[in-house]
T-cell receptor
């Protein structure tokens, strides 16, 4: 069974700092990859996704993620964070050809100080 | 707004009780997923229904059950509640393909 690791459980940054959140998965086959964000008191919503093609994926609100197949990674980045980016971030992996159930990481709590 | 609705928003009950959580998927979505989110366990997949039939099961306890009705809304039944069942319960929907899921606002269950 696939698993997803998000190594940073809590990240605290100041506004304008750069962000990189790690996500690694364990599955040798083809995968679909997602990053979801959960703002305080809100539901999870999709930030970006990767199915195929250009491994550098751009999402909403200036976020991007890079799929590195050799490293089984799908790290999330943003060059300059804002206070409004304070949220919980979840990486999710779906193994192509398997069930339609994605495996979620434990999440990373990001706090951005103004 | 994702288009997925969940009721109630908050639920406070006592140990040993039974509760029902309700989810209405986005219009046109046939698949409904239930998740439990707790501080120590993260987001755990419970169960999936597709067009009224159970499609996949995750870490769902025997005390929990779910169903999807002909109008595609779904209910998650939690019985013999324990303190450890206190969590956020999310419902998500999509058209059943391995694509993004659309999450509801969640139901916060507190068991006292």
């Amino acid at each position: 069974a696939q698993s997803v690791s998000q190594h940073n459980h809590h990240v605290i940054l100041s506004e304008a700092a750069s962000l990189e959140l790690g996500c690694n998965y364990s599955y040798g086959g083809t995968v679909n990859l997602f990053w979801y964000v959960q703002y305080p008191g809100q539901h999870l919503q999709l930030l970006l996704k990767y199915f195929s093609g250009d491994p550098l994926v751009k999402g909403i609100k200036g976020f991007e993620a890079e799929f590195i197949k050799s490293k089984f990674s799908f790290n999330l980045r943003k060059p300059s964070v804002q206070w409004s980016d304070t949220a919980e971030y979840f990486c999710a992996v779906h193994a192509s050809g398997g069930s339609y159930i994605p495996t979620f990481g434990r999440g990373t709590s990001l706090i951005v100080h103004p | 707004d994702s288009g997925v609705t969940q009721t109630p928003k908050h639920l406070i009950t006592a140990t040993g009780q039974r509760v029902t959580l309700r989810c209405s998927p986005r219009s046109g979505d046939l698949s409904v997923y239930w998740y439990q989110q707790s501080l120590d366990q993260g987001l755990q997949f419970l169960i999936q229904y597709y067009n009224g039939e159970e499609r996949a099961k995750g870490n769902i306890l025997e005390r929990f059950s779910a169903q999807q009705f002909p109008d595609l809304h779904s209910e998650l039944n939690l019985s013999s509640l324990e303190l450890g069942d206190s969590a956020l319960y999310f419902c998500a929907s999509n058209r059943g393909s391995p694509n993004e899921q659309f999450f509801g606002p969640g139901t916060r269950l507190t068991v006292l």
